[in-house]
């Protein structure tokens, strides 16, 4: 059940993954993003940080996988801080003055929390 709950989270992370290379490669994403700050497309500053967001969101999938005993081992000491950031991602995004992106990404969020403690109380 552990492995399940870890691909799922894994799977769940490639949605806010894929958003942002969308954004970062330059569609009118932004409303799904930061607040909603830039309803089309990112400039190219915050198109830079999507591309560091897709990469943080790599690691914590990687983390949540090694604690589940798939993938890299080095990174399950990341899996608490990976589910801190999860959390604090969810708070974010529902508190979100955009619309769109409460509603999208508040329970994509949510169900990346509760399969990650599920990994995590395993």
Do not use: C, D
């Not at 909603?36 to 967001?53: D, I, K």
């Amino acid at each position: 059940m552990i492995q399940i709950l870890a691909f799922a989270y894994t799977g769940l992370t490639a949605l806010p993954m894929l958003m942002h290379l969308g954004a970062a490669a330059g569609a009118p994403l932004g409303r799904l993003t930061v607040g909603g700050r830039f309803p089309g497309r990112l400039p190219p500053a915050w198109r830079a940080l999507a591309l560091v967001q897709v990469a943080l969101l790599a690691t914590m999938a990687g983390a949540v996988l090694a604690k589940a005993g798939i993938g890299a081992a080095p990174l399950a000491p990341l899996f608490w801080p990976a589910l801190a950031l999860t959390l604090l991602s969810l708070a974010a995004n529902a508190a979100s003055p955009s619309r769109p992106e409460r509603l999208l990404w508040t329970p994509v969020l949510f169900l990346m929390v509760a399969t990650a403690l599920g990994v995590g109380l395993s």
